[in-house]
Structure formats: C-alpha cells, structure tokens
C-alpha cells in the first residue's frame, strides 16, 4: 500500500484534535465495504465518490494508523496533496 509522507506523518504522530480528508483507493468491491465499515466504526464519514474507484474520507487524525492497516488498500493520500 502506498502512503504519502503526510499520511505516514499522521500515522506515527497525530494531533488529537485535527481531522483528516484523505484520498482512499480500495482494490475492490469488498475491500471498498470493508472501509466504509471501518470509517464509520472510528466515527469519520465518506465524503464522496471520485472517478476510478476512489473515495474521500474524514476521519479524526487518531484512527488513522488503524485505516492504514486495512487490507485492501491501493493508496492512502491526503486530499490536499491532489488538489482536490
């Protein structure tokens, strides 16, 4: 799975009052009701849908080294880091 440096920083160092808008890629149809589920346990949202498969998440900055260990993961990037 590929996580950019600002998702890794997250990862290993979050703030506890911040959110995260990140850019997930799941690798298929299990994978993508296997993080809604997870999203919506840590109590973030799915903000949208993106062409390719893609899906912009908010969660808080705490529960994102959770979102990184799921399987099934293409790519984890911020929102910002695209341009979104």
């Known amino acids: 799975m590929y996580l950019s440096h600002p998702v890794r920083r997250m990862r290993d160092d979050p703030f506890d009052d911040e959110t995260a808008e990140l850019r997930i890629e799941p ?11 997870l999203v919506s346990d840590l109590g973030g949202s799915v903000e949208r ?36």
């Open 27 to 37: 690798t298929n149809d299990e994978s993508r009701t296997a993080l809604d589920e």
């Open 49 to 84: 849908e993106l062409q390719f498969g893609g899906v912009v998440v908010t969660i808080p900055e705490p529960d994102v080294a959770p979102l990184c260990e799921l399987d099934g993961i293409e790519r984890i990037e911020t929102v910002d880091t695209l341009g979104y």
